[in-house]
């Protein structure tokens, strides 16, 4: 495909994507005099529709159809198990997305982050969590830019530059971020959501069919590459890599704050119920479409260099028609900057919240807003700089940014579900996790053969539990909170 024909794609995408975007101003403040609610939380104010496809886009980005693919194609169906596992542990937000919704709209909570501190009375465990985040978010920033990198370059067959890519993506989740904040991410990720969708699974069928169908594909899978259709598989996966990286990605939708987030923006409960419903009918989706996509890959296109040039090198083969081809990668692109802005708006508002006003010793919400947006330029350009190292596997890089993020999970279940947690264990088991995740990837070392993705959460909730007998609790907050948790709000 040439860069031309991309570039007026993508040209026609962002005029579109904007003009939505746009439209998502607050009709009331009319972009002016916005408050940390507003412009972080669309004023708690989305029904179940636009939460879901908001949701979908934000968790399910370049990934998915990158990441998820390029795994498939290197370790076969082990990657659909694990990516299943990440669908299983959607249901935690059954369980804890009206807790979340609950003390939100009770305690005017911003961030996920701000929650833990009101709730453990502590100021520390506040900054400490915002500044885990983005010691752990970052990178997975990165990894969407490297995804719409890696896709532009590889449908262009390198006349567009993987750098080109990255700083293309960035400045548009800016563009979104800085329209009316999370009003404007929200629709926009609607629109990306049902487009990516619709195009993803359209081409699924169409190099399916191509194949010859399922069962000539998985016919042809098991008798050239019989292996790919086992576990452990090709080699990729043992028990103790899939565990590993299955364990953190479990966790996700309570350890990743820029979808913890969410869980206060709904506009009443009910509103939270469809989201997770539309959601999963979203995921199950996509992820079959995902898999398909990298078995596809793997009997037109062995042997790449690059297991995440599996999906741009599919979309630019002859299976693909090439109009079709770039409607699916202008989805992809979409997703990814879908998940970058919300990384970006996520991580402003902690630091803006959290630190920023921790620091200066005020709550002035117009200051908090403008710091925050400041901070967006600052997170986008380390995001920039750290794609630009091109690391890994994309799926690979996601899982080890949701492992540090895992170390917040022991403080968020002890916060609605055990009083005696005080800040002392919090905080500690924040700080070790992190330190213990940071040694393990630094060095490499694998205590009893076992991963950082093992070992941090057993490591976070015995320091956390320990330092928390030993401590003093705030037994009154925290019998308020898990009241307020657990009342029946309308």
Known sequence: MSATSIWIGVVIY??????????ARDAIT???????SGYFLGARRFGGFVSALSYSATTYSAFMLVGLAG????????AFGFEIVYFVGVSLVAIFGPKFWRVGKAYDYITPSEMLGHRYQSKPVAVSTALTNCLFLIPYAAVQLAGVGYLLAGMSHGAIGFTTGTIFATVVALIFSYIAGMRSIMWTDALQALFMLVSATAVALLVVHHL??????????SQVKGQVLTVPGPGFFSFA???GLSLPWFFFSLSNPQVSQRLFMPKNLSALRRMLIGFLCFGLIYTIVSVTWGFSAMIALPGLP???????RLLGSDMVPPVLAEIVMIGILAAAISTIDSIMLTLSSMLSRDVYAHAAGHSDDARQVRFGKWVLLVVAVLALIFAELQLNLIA?????????LAVVVPAIIGAFYWKRGTAAGALTSILGGSAIVLILFATGIRPLGLSAGVWVLPVSAVLFIVVSLFTQAPTDRAQEFIAKANRQVK
Do not use: E, Q
Not at 71 to 78: E, I, K, N, S
Not at 306 to 312: E, I, M, Y
């Open 14 to 23: 962002l005029i579109i994507a904007i003009y939505v975007a746009w439209l």
């Open 30 to 36: 009319n972009g002016r005099n916005v408050s940390m």
């Open 71 to 78: 795994l498939t194609y290197t370790a076969g169906v082990g």
């Open 212 to 221: 010859g169908g399922l069962g000539v594909m998985f016919d042809h899978l």
């Open 241 to 243: 890599t899939f565990l």
């Open 306 to 312: 690059k297991a995440d040039l599996a999906t741009p």
């Open 396 to 404: 690979v890089l996601s899982v080890a940014a949701s492992t540090g």
